[in-house]
């Protein structure tokens, strides 16, 4: 289902496997599957393609409004 969402909002899809990574298995051992979305924990053991749908326009906008700023006031 994230591969079907995911390319509507020209979204990047990495998949990693908790248990092989010392690193994620402390972190979201529990959580899998675990779904992070720029960086961030987004969903845990399960989201439906309307959530997904939801949360990738939210980011989208968000990085609209981050550019915006950028441009108006010389940052980030």
Request: charge should be positive; avoid cysteine.
């Given at each position: 289902?994230?591969?079907?969402?995911?390319?509507?909002?020209?979204?990047?899809?990495?998949?990693?496997?908790?248990d092989a990574d010392a690193?994620?298995?402390?972190?979201?051992?529990?959580?899998?599957?675990?779904?992070?979305?720029?960086?961030?924990?987004?969903?845990?053991?399960?989201?439906s393609a309307a959530d997904?749908?939801?949360?990738?326009?939210?980011?989208?906008?968000?990085?609209?409004?981050?550019?915006?700023?950028?441009?108006?006031?010389?940052?980030?």
């Amino acid at each position: 289902m994230v591969e079907q969402v995911a390319p509507r909002f020209a979204a990047e899809i990495e998949t990693k496997d908790v248990d092989a990574d010392a690193e994620l298995l402390a972190k979201f051992g529990d959580e899998v599957p675990v779904l992070l979305i720029d960086g961030r924990k987004a969903f845990k053991y399960r989201v439906s393609a309307a959530d997904l749908a939801r949360r990738l326009q939210a980011e989208r906008q968000r990085a609209e409004r981050r550019g915006w700023r950028a441009r108006l006031f010389g940052g980030s």
